[in-house]
């Protein structure tokens, strides 16, 4: 559910509030976000906008990524254990770790074990009160396939829990370290419940990040203080906020003028400004990421191997890289990106053929076909103008006989409606690994578990989830890799995507602001980050 006004904003009068370099003090940084959060309830999204505005500040994971790399880190869990089948992790958690108090919620008592296993049980089991809250999807948890995983979670003692599982699951660690595994009050769950408001949960949430929810004005502006005693040390900057700005062109203008210290997605053509800019540091980055158009595989003609193949090779990439990454992108042929271990660089991409296309259209029977293709309202680093995108498309689709409308929503609608199993046409989306781990791309976006979720071209091809789920309970790297490469090799041959880009993040931030670090899986973490005087 979409935080709304009436519960969000708590008397900070932020209706009047104007970024401007006067309204920054020294302890207070600004960051430009592209777009509005769905929640606060990290496990019910997969958009990155929104774990920059919930996960990635306010809660924390048993185990963490070291900031900037894919490397694993202890967090709430101090160590952990792993029985010698592989079936039972057992995680000690840290003492002494401090939920937020806030005007909203005052805790009686620190972080334990019931926390841990409150957080992955209402995902897991129909009958916990909170399984159906807020549209309930637990689009991670399933479409991980962790329903089936996870045979239980049990509360060993107050710092002990265990999961067990159904099978080895090669990537669980990394798989915990993820957004969605983020770990919430179960004491503030239950007041909430009590009330008659567990919706609440999404919207004034309680964590133990680094920084505290203060007040969500929808579309405008979200504040956040430092949690003053959170277990890793308070933060070095007292006060977060996020100034809601779509458009790129106005967030380089707020970064100018000082009204902001950090901006994600930045134009491409704005890119050569941007590094001659003395004010302004330019960071770039190789992107753990992948832009692609998923069609809708059970609806007609996309359930039709060879017409998707054929639209597949209607589309001319080049221009697509020209006119959209203007220099910050490459082509993309695998669902995975080259960053990425188990890359399979044999995979041999569609050519760009509209000859060959509008006769193997033909050949099936397709003629005057019209067709929807949906188009992102927001930047993302796999996509920089879906918009501009989907007008080349529809040059391309109409060189071979079909006519395109381009369509669009509000970005959380889009988000929404793109999963539904009867979508018409095909949809612009992209992602960011979140794990480092190949599975992460593969199972989550192209998986049987998740169609009707992440998996937007709703495809359950049997030999690939064969091959996904073998690989996930072999613990041998080198055995994994091969699984993953046939894997590749069958999603090009089935073509429920057209695969079209991997981009180069670039980062545009402030020289004042200090230690800040390009994350690999695409989030922006201002934990560790300092202002200059």
């Known amino acids: 559910m979409t935080p709304n006004n009436k519960y969000s904003l708590i008397g900070l009068g932020l209706m009047g509030l104007a970024l401007s370099t006067n309204a920054l003090s020294q302890d207070t940084l600004a960051y430009c976000s592209e777009g509005s959060p769905e929640g606060f309830d990290p496990a019910l999204y997969t958009s990155g906008t929104t774990f920059d505005a919930s996960s990635r500040q306010i809660y924390n994971k048993l185990v963490e ?24 992790y057992t995680f000690t958690l840290r003492p002494g770790v401090k939920f937020h108090t806030t005007e909203y919620f005052t805790p009686t008592r620190d972080l334990n074990a019931t926390d841990v296993v409150f957080s992955f049980e209402r995902q897991r089991l129909a009958d916990n009160p909170y399984n159906q809250v807020s549209g309930g999807t637990w689009e991670y948890f399933n479409g991980m396939s962790m329903p089936d995983l996870i045979e239980s979670i049990d509360a060993v003692d107050d710092m002990t829990v265990t999961f067990t599982l159904t099978r080895p699951e090669a990537p669980l660690i990394a798989n915990l370290g993820m957004d969605f595994a983020s770990i919430v009050s ?22 133990t990040g680094p920084f505290k929810f203060v007040a969500y004005q929808k579309d405008a502006v979200i504040r956040y203080q ?45 890119l050569q400004a941007m590094a001659a800019d003395d004010d302004v540091t330019l960071m770039e980055q190789e992107g753990l990421n992948v832009g ?37 992108g490459k082509a993309a042929k695998n669902p995975i990106p080259p960053t990425i271990w188990s890359y399979n660089d044999a ?7 509209p000859e060959k296309a509008r006769e193997m259209l033909a050949a099936e029977g397709v003629e005057n076909l019209k067709m929807d293709i949906w188009a992102m309202p927001v930047q993302r680093p796999y996509n920089p103008n879906a918009r501009r995108m989907a007008e080349v498309m529809q040059e391309d689709f109409a060189k071979v006989g079909v006519e395109v409308e381009i369509v669009s929503y509000e970005w959380g609608e889009y988000l929404k409606l793109s999963k539904e199993l009867d979508r018409a046409g095909a949809v612009l989306l992209g992602w960011t690994g979140d794990n480092g781990d190949p599975d992460n791309f593969l199972a989550v976006l192209l998986g049987c578990d998740a169609v009707g979720g992440s998996n937007r071209a709703q495809w359950c091809h049997q030999p690939f989830e064969d091959l996904i789920q073998k690989a996930k309970v072999v613990s041998d790297q080198a055995e994994r890799t091969q699984l993953y490469e046939q894997a590749q090799l069958v999603f090009k041959e089935q073509a429920p995507w057209a695969t079209i880009a991997h981009s180069v993040v670039y980062k545009p931030l402030r020289n004042e602001v200090q230690d800040f670090k390009i994350d690999p899986f695409g989030g922006h973490i201002f934990y560790g980050v300092s202002l200059a005087n």
């Open 65 to 88: 990524f070291e900031r900037g790399t894919t490397n694993i880190a202890p967090a709430l869990a101090e160590s952990y254990s792993v029985s010698d089948d592989g079936l039972v």
């Open 186 to 207: 179960e004491e503030y769950a239950m007041a909430l419940l009590e009330k008659g408001t567990p919706e609440m949960l999404n919207q004034q949430p309680i964590g």
């Open 226 to 270: 430092a949690h003053e005693d959170y277990w890793a040390g308070k933060a070095a900057i007292d006060n977060l906020v996020f100034a809601i700005t779509p458009d790129a062109s106005v967030r380089y203008q707020k970064l100018k003028a000082g009204e902001c210290h950090v901006m994600p997605y930045p134009n491409p053509a704005d």
């Open 292 to 328: 692609y158009l998923a069609y809708n595989t059970t609806v007609a003609p996309f359930d039709n191997v060879n017409v998707r193949k054929a639209l597949n090779m209607a589309i001319n990439k080049q221009a697509i890289l020209d006119a959209v990454f203007q220099g910050s």
């Open 347 to 353: 995979t041999v991409d569609d050519p760009y053929d």
